[in-house]
């Protein structure tokens, strides 16, 4: 069977799981997207059989995952209508088709260089801002402590920013820098978390800055690995968070 074949059939199954889980009972709603999540490892593994190895290709397999998660919990966020959730199973499906693509450039560059590795890394870098953003609009959501929150936050955008910083070189090895690069990010998105808990924000606007901070943070990190971390370059991105800080601060309501 081809890896077309396999990609389209990894999102059809994938996608009609979502719609599975509209059938699901609440108590095991939590359970469902985990199993969703499983059965996404299992697909990707056996679509990118020929490209993945026991090294760090397996890192390919962050991004889909966390991608089922994203839309997983942020689907039973979403009012019981046919016509809100439809869009959201299309949506899912043709995300899981693009990271099918997306992480298959990834594996075959990690052994050759191919021309369409610049499109790969454009398309992997706005699904990554949008599973944060799917993933942080769930945890806000959650209304729970501002400690767990805050670590729920941090520990959920590593894993992004290990697979986002990897897809730039795709070592076999993880550098030290990659990794202290990931935590420090990791840590400012958890700090970025907690500020929110004194910022009167909504859900959506709280989410919308974390995932803009995840922009900041990712953006530079491949930056800095590409080799392209000029002035200009900080100063883009420096300048769409402090855009997106002005525009909260307008928006917040700071009365009692």
Same mark, same amino acid.
């Given at each position: 069977?081809?890896?077309?074949?396999?990609?389209?059939?990894?999102?059809? +199954?994938?996608?009609?799981?979502?719609?599975?889980?509209?059938?699901?009972?609440?108590?095991?709603?939590?359970?469902?997207?985990?199993?969703?999540?499983?059965?996404?490892?299992?697909?990707?593994?056996?679509?990118?059989?020929?490209?993945?190895?026991?090294?760090?290709?397996? %890192?390919? =397999?962050?991004?889909?995952?966390?991608?089922? %998660?994203?839309?997983?919990?942020?689907?039973?966020?979403?009012?019981?209508? +046919?016509?809100?959730?439809?869009?959201?199973?299309?949506?899912?499906?043709?995300?899981?088709?693009?990271?099918?693509?997306?992480?298959?450039?990834?594996?075959?560059?990690?052994?050759?260089?191919?021309? =369409?590795?610049?499109?790969?890394?454009? +398309?992997?870098?706005?699904?990554?801002?949008?599973?944060?953003?799917?993933?942080?609009?769930?945890?806000?959501?959650?209304?729970?402590?501002?400690?767990?929150?805050?670590?729920?936050?941090?520990?959920?955008?590593?894993?992004?920013? =290990?697979?986002?910083?990897?897809?730039?070189?795709?070592?076999?090895?993880?550098?030290?820098?990659?990794?202290?690069?990931?935590?420090?990010?990791?840590?400012?998105?958890?700090? +970025?978390?907690?500020?929110?808990?004194?910022?009167?924000?909504?859900?959506?606007?709280?989410?919308?800055?974390?995932?803009?901070?995840?922009?900041?943070?990712?953006?530079?990190?491949?930056?800095?690995?590409?080799?392209?971390?000029?002035?200009?370059?900080?100063?883009?991105?420096?300048?769409?968070?402090?855009?997106?800080?002005?525009?909260?601060?307008?928006?917040?309501?700071?009365?009692?």
């Amino acid at each position: 069977m081809s890896k077309r074949k396999r990609f389209v059939i990894t999102s059809l +199954v994938l996608s009609l799981g979502f719609l599975a889980m509209q059938f699901v009972s609440e108590q095991f709603r939590f359970l469902s997207i985990g199993i969703l999540g499983l059965l996404t490892v299992g697909l990707f593994i056996w679509s990118l059989k020929e490209g993945l190895g026991k090294n760090l290709t397996l %890192l390919t =397999l962050i991004l889909p995952t966390m991608f089922t %998660l994203g839309v997983g919990f942020f689907w039973f966020l979403l009012p019981s209508s +046919v016509f809100a959730r439809i869009p959201i199973v299309i949506f899912y499906g043709l995300g899981i088709y693009g990271l099918c693509l997306t992480s298959n450039i990834y594996t075959v560059s990690a052994i050759r260089t191919i021309a =369409l590795l610049r499109a790969a890394r454009g +398309v992997g870098f706005v699904l990554s801002l949008i599973t944060s953003f799917l993933i942080f609009d769930t945890i806000l959501s959650l209304k729970v402590d501002a400690w767990i929150s805050t670590l729920l936050a941090a520990f959920s955008s590593i894993p992004i920013f =290990l697979q986002g910083l990897w897809s730039i070189n795709l070592e076999e090895k993880l550098g030290k820098e990659a990794v202290l690069m990931t935590l420090v990010s990791g840590l400012v998105i958890g700090e +970025v978390s907690l500020s929110l808990f004194f910022w009167p924000v909504t859900v959506v606007v709280g989410s919308l800055f974390l995932t803009v901070a995840v922009y900041v943070l990712l953006g530079l990190g491949q930056a800095k690995f590409e080799g392209r971390l000029f002035v200009t370059t900080i100063r883009e991105y420096l300048t769409v968070g402090l855009l997106v800080l002005f525009g909260m601060l307008i928006a917040t309501r700071w009365g009692a």
